[in-house]
């Protein structure tokens, strides 16, 4: 089961931490990824981390940081220097997206400018 949380409305230039609830032994085993999908898109990959830690960012990178914490079944990404164009629903799931399950909710991240 996959909840995200920590979305909402900033300013150009603001910062937003996303987190999410990542509960299964499937994800606990697997590379981890932040998806993002903005109206009339498609979903792209943000950022992805292995199980040992390694981080590779497909956007935002200087500006995005994404984290994991087995030990909570958590995922994060940190967010900072928004712009307008990163607006879109953010979901975890697993990474490369053709091994993703289920997705959750997602969480909506609104910059404006």
């Known amino acids: 089961q996959l909840v995200e949380s920590g979305g909402g409305l900033v300013q150009s230039g603001g910062s937003l931490t996303l987190s999410c609830v990542a509960r299964?032994?499937?994800?606990?085993?697997?590379?981890m990824g932040w998806y993002r999908q903005a109206p009339g898109r498609q979903r792209e990959l943000v950022a992805s981390?292995?199980?040992?830690?390694?981080a590779t960012y497909a956007v935002g990178e200087g500006r995005f940081t994404i984290s994991r914490d087995g030990s909570k079944s958590m995922v994060y990404l940190q967010m900072s220097d928004l712009k307008p164009e990163d607006t879109a629903v953010y979901s975890c799931?697993?990474?490369?997206?053709?091994?993703?399950?289920?997705w959750g909710p997602g969480t909506q991240v609104t910059v404006s400018s």
């Open positions: 799931n697993i990474s490369p997206v053709r091994f993703a399950v289920a």
């Open positions: 981390m292995t199980t040992g830690g390694k």
């Open positions: 299964g032994g499937l994800f606990e085993t697997s590379t």
